[in-house]
């Protein structure tokens, strides 16, 4: 069992940065992957970025961006947890952000699939203003 508490949403203006976290508890030893998601109003979730959590793989450490996240976001480990760290905002980032945990390793899918993963956080909301 693993539980995730995300944190560190807010409302800010469009250019501005934000940092969440995502503190994990519980059985993290067999995590192997967290990832961040996001879900906007009327839209499906979609996938932000991916950590590979388990240190017993050769590929630790290792992180996957969607296309629009590539240049402006970071995704990295924190203690027993992950972090986003999220730069020039735009309107179109505003959404609630989940952090998601995988315990198996690879992906039957896609690491964006949400299908994919057994843990999930309740998510935090970011608002973004022009």
């Known amino acids: 069992q693993v539980e995730l508490v995300e944190s560190g949403g807010g409302s800010v203006q469009a250019g501005d940065n934000l940092r969440l976290s995502c503190a994990a508890s519980?059985?993290?030893?067999?995590?192997?992957?967290m990832a961040w998601f996001r879900q906007a109003p009327g839209k499906e979730r979609e996938a932000v970025a991916l950590?590979?959590?388990?240190?017993?793989?050769?590929?630790?450490?290792d992180t996957r961006y969607a296309d629009f996240a590539r240049s402006r976001f970071t995704i990295s480990q924190g203690n027993n947890g992950l972090y986003l760290q999220m730069n020039s905002l735009k309107p179109e980032d505003t959404a609630t952000y989940y952090c998601?945990?995988?315990?198996?390793?690879?992906?039957?899918?896609?690491?964006?699939?949400?299908?994919?993963?057994?843990?999930w956080g309740p998510g935090t909301q970011v608002t973004v203003s022009a």
């Open positions: 950590f590979q959590y388990s240190k017993e793989v050769p590929t630790y450490g």
């Open positions: 519980g059985y993290l030893k067999d995590v192997h992957y």
């Open positions: 998601a945990a995988k315990m198996r390793t690879g992906f039957s899918r896609s690491w964006a699939d949400s299908d994919e993963y057994d843990y």
